[in-house]
């Protein structure tokens, strides 16, 4: 219990911004994660406060919260921005080494697909 009151300083006194413990913060605020569940973003507004859960290894975990009553919709996917991410995908499947869609995204340990990674194994089956 003392560890939550640590994180309970509504004035900021000791953190510097409003901070609340874990899952105990006024409503009106949210993360950026509740924003955008909401369909918001934050909009360039600066952080109102933030909630922090205890962690005793390697400190707290901190989470910032935004205002409800300033954020904006978010903006809406164009069909420019639906071609690059498309685009960029793409990319990411596409083995560099045989130029094939690989069907799925190249993992950055191996830089390239399976079948060329491990050729060996393909050839015994």
């Known amino acids: 219990m003392a560890a939550l009151g640590k994180c309970f300083d509504p004035v900021g006194a000791r953190h510097g911004i409003p901070t609340y413990p874990w899952r105990c913060a006024p409503d009106g605020l949210a993360t950026r994660r509740q924003l955008r569940s909401r369909g918001l973003r934050p909009g360039g507004q600066p952080v109102a406060a933030q909630v922090l859960r205890p962690r005793y290894r ?19 996917m164009t069909p420019a921005k ?7 995908m793409r990319a990411r499947r596409t083995c560099p080494q045989c130029r094939t869609d690989a069907g799925y995204v ?13 050729p060996e194994d393909q050839t015994a089956a």
């Open 58 to 76: 390697r400190g707290p975990l901190v989470a910032y919260l935004y205002r409800l009553d300033k954020a904006k919709p978010v903006r809406p």
């Open 82 to 88: 639906r071609r690059a991410l498309a685009c960029a």
């Open 106 to 118: 190249i993992p950055a340990s191996l830089g390239v697909c399976v079948s060329c990674a491990y």
